[in-house]
């Protein structure tokens, strides 16, 4: 089984930045691809970022410029840094990892809690 915890949410005016980490735990498994994704009252849930296990990166286009996505995998753990804030950014971060046992073949979709981003003056 694996487990993501996220951290780094919370209040922010405007214009401001914050940095969003998720660490994944468990045993025998390998990460393809892992990512962040939001969900904002009233909204369907969207993809914000995401990192592969070559390196390739994508964006929403509403945070291109603003956010950048990176891993640290010897720590199996990936970041989000949201610059220049908007109120529109508001919304529930969520991690997401798509995983491979290993020397499997099938994939397995896991999902974060959770962490709440506000942004407001």
């Known amino acids: 089984q694996v487990q993501l915890v996220e951290s780094g949410g919370g209040l922010v005016q405007p214009g401001g930045s914050l940095r969003l980490s998720c660490a994944a735990s468990?045993?025998?498994?390998?990460?393809?691809?892992m990512g962040w994704y939001r969900q904002a009252p009233g909204k369907q849930r969207e993809l914000v970022a995401a990192?592969?296990?070559?390196?390739?990166?994508n964006y929403a286009d509403s945070v291109k410029g603003r956010f950048t996505i990176s891993r640290d995998n010897a720590k199996n753990t990936v970041y989000l840094q949201m610059n220049s804030l908007k109120p529109e950014d508001t919304a529930v971060y969520y991690c997401?990892?798509?995983?491979?046992?290993?020397?499997?073949?099938?994939?397995?979709?896991?999902w974060g809690q959770g962490t709440q981003v506000t942004v407001s003056s």
């Open positions: 990192t592969t296990s070559g390196g390739s990166t």
């Open positions: 468990g045993s025998a498994f390998t990460i393809n691809r």
């Open positions: 997401n990892a798509l995983v491979s046992r290993v020397g499997g073949i099938y994939e397995y979709d896991y």
